[in-house]
Antibody, heavy 126, light 108 residues
């Protein structure tokens, strides 16, 4: 059974740092790209960051670029998000999600986020 | 950046209704479009990928269509467990995946 379990969330002051973790099990972690997605209270989903199967491919949303760093340890089946210079508008539930390629045809591969963790809440407040 | 706009933002519907939700991309995204369902306090669930491919285990009353800039999610006969918020998401640009703002289905 595929499982993604986030941890590391909590209350932090503005300007502070936090490191989120996502422990993966039930699949070959090293074979999948992974994402972080967040959801502010009462708001919609916001994609945060993507990391490929190796660390050579990494993308960030503009809202977190330069402040957040995504990483992974395939030996530990773990995904991380280092969050620095946190602001009040970073307050959200943070989810890790597996990037799954559904099928490829004609040179195009179509994907979706097929498994998600339960989320870990992050509150940035003084 | 590719912007995704869903309509409507909310919809009052009844069990058994046929429901259609629209998602429009600010530029062509071919068929790089997924749909998710989210219930309160829960993680999102993948329903549709590649605009019209049904994810394994998802009931056949859910269907997706469209390509380019205009997409729809249709629920053929709404069931009680379908009351939730639905999001579209583009994966055309891996540099910046984006979600629509969501459509909340409410009980009429």
């Amino acid at each position: 059974e595929v499982q993604l379990v986030e941890s590391g969330g909590g209350l932090v002051q503005p300007g502070g740092s936090l490191r989120l973790s996502c422990a993966a099990s039930g699949f070959t972690f090293s074979s999948y790209g992974m994402n972080w997605v967040r959801q502010a209270p009462g708001k919609g989903l916001e994609w945060v960051s993507y990391i490929g199967t190796t660390t050579s491919t990494i993308y960030y949303a503009d809202s977190v670029k330069g402040r957040f760093t995504i990483s992974r340890d395939n030996a530990k089946n773990s995904l991380y998000l280092q969050m620095n210079s946190l602001r009040a508008d970073d307050t959200a539930v943070y989810y890790c999600a597996r990037d799954w390629i559904g099928h490829c045809s004609g040179g195009s591969c179509y994907s979706g986020f097929d498994f998600w963790g339960q989320g870990t809440p992050v509150t940035v407040s003084s | 950046d590719i912007q995704m706009t869903q309509s409507p933002s909310s919809l009052s519907v009844s069990v058994g209704d046929r429901v259609t939700i629209t998602c429009r991309a600010s530029q062509s995204i071919s068929r790089y479009l997924s749909w998710y369902q989210q219930k309160p306090g829960k993680a999102p669930k993948l329903l549709i990928y590649a605009a019209s491919s049904l994810q394994s285990g998802v009931p056949s009353r859910f269907s997706g269509s469209g390509s380019g800039t205009d997409f729809t999610l249709t629920i053929s006969s709404l069931q009680p467990e379908d009351f939730a918020t639905y999001y579209c998401q583009q994966s055309y640009s891996a540099l910046l995946y984006t979600f629509g703002q969501g459509t909340k289905l409410e009980i009429k």
